[in-house]
């Protein structure tokens, strides 16, 4: 048994051994001859490895042995900064393609419901497993979701290559979102916004606060670091990176759940181009801004989140945290 390894407390049905966090997943570890539910398990820590606002990841699972229910998890939202829930969501897009992803590399055929009971909103999909029709596994994508880690702004200022930005562009077309490319008048354009539109700082700072810690280095969850980023900060010294924004068609839960698919889509791609994304969604938090920002800019969609891209270099970054799986999984008692 691996050292950091733990049993599911609450799941006494459970024999498969777990890794405490999902960071240390095994890409070559898939449990071949587990139960299919405990071979769910496994899957279920590259999606635990999505990234998600202010590393809230605001997700719930229930695992049966035939199916994943991806569930927003509300009590991890952020009401002054995220009001509508909007990155809430996309993070748990991300999560959501994470999932089938891993899936897809593992052999396993399945299919996904959005939304599929509207009675129940925070039931974000359903995805059922239908067989495993592959056994080899491909290994290059699921240490591309482990690898995958948001880079510091600062860092980035190595032009990225044409090719590898028009295989990012054409993975996030792929799945149903845009990633249109930003002039710097753009970009002032969208800063100009920001800076007519700020809420009340005090309200934001201490919402800030509760997630981005200096000091908590045990902490599962938050950002490590006490640096807060700014729009500003995000758009300056841009040396040869270049900028984008993600549009959506519409503005609503599927558009933003799908956001979050094609976001994490092209992320990881990114990972296996060598392109290093850092993010900015504050600018856009307010949906008369992104309506506003949308029009000026002549986007065709709605912008939901800016990103930097450049050639990645080796930075010192640690890797943020991340909640064991144990803590993501709904006890199957559950019926709230
Ligand atoms: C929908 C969404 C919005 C985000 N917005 C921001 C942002 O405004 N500023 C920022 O620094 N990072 C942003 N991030 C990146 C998260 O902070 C990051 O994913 C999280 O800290 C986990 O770290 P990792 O991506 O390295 O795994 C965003 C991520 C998502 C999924």
Not at 103 to 117: H, I, K, M, N, T
Not at 145 to 151: H, K
Not at 169 to 190: I, Y
Not at 231 to 254: E, H, I, P, Q, W
Request: net charge neutral; aromatic share 6%.
């Amino acid at each position: 048994m691996p050292a950091h390894s733990i049993e599911y407390p609450h799941m006494p049905f459970s024999q498969f051994r777990i890794q405490e966090s999902p960071r240390d997943v095994r890409p070559d570890g898939f449990p071949v001859d587990a139960p299919r539910q405990d071979q769910l398990k496994y899957v279920l820590q590259y999606a635990a490895l999505a990234p998600s606002t202010h590393n809230s990841q605001p997700w719930l699972f229930r695992v049966t042995d035939a199916s994943f229910f991806l569930i927003a998890d509300r009590s991890r939202g952020l009401p002054a900064i995220d009001p509508e829930d909007r990155c809430l969501t996309m993070s748990c897009g991300a999560a959501l393609r994470n999932l089938t992803l891993a899936l897809e590399a593992l052999g396993f055929s399945f299919r996904v419901s959005r939304f599929p009971d509207l009675s129940e909103p925070d039931l974000l999909a359903r995805i059922d497993i239908e067989s495993r029709k592959r056994t080899d596994v491909d290994t290059s994508v699921l240490e591309c979701i482990l690898a995958r880690q948001t880079s510091a702004p600062q860092h980035l200022v190595l032009p990225p290559s044409a090719g590898a930005l028009s295989r990012i562009q054409s993975e996030v077309a792929d799945r149903g979102a845009t990633l249109v490319m930003l002039r710097r008048e753009d970009l002032d354009l969208v800063l100009q916004f920001d800076e007519n539109n700020r809420d009340d700082a005090l309200v934001l700072a201490r919402e800030e606060a509760m997630w981005r810690h200096p000091n908590r280095i045990r902490s599962r969850d938050g950002i490590p670091g006490g640096v807060k980023q700014t729009a500003t900060s995000f758009c300056g010294n841009s040396g040869g990176a270049v900028f984008g924004v993600l549009t959506t068609s519409g503005d609503r839960m599927l558009s933003w759940l799908q956001g979050g698919v094609a976001l994490e889509s092209g992320l990881v791609v990114a990972t296996r181009e060598n392109v290093g994304v850092s993010l900015c969604s504050m600018p856009l938090h307010r949906a008369h801004v992104r309506k506003d920002v949308g029009e000026a800019l002549g986007l065709g969609g709605t912008p939901q989140v800016l990103v930097r891209l450049a050639q990645a270099r080796d930075y010192p970054a640690p890797p943020t945290p991340r909640r064991p799986i144990v803590d993501v999984m709904v006890h199957p008692g559950f019926t709230g």
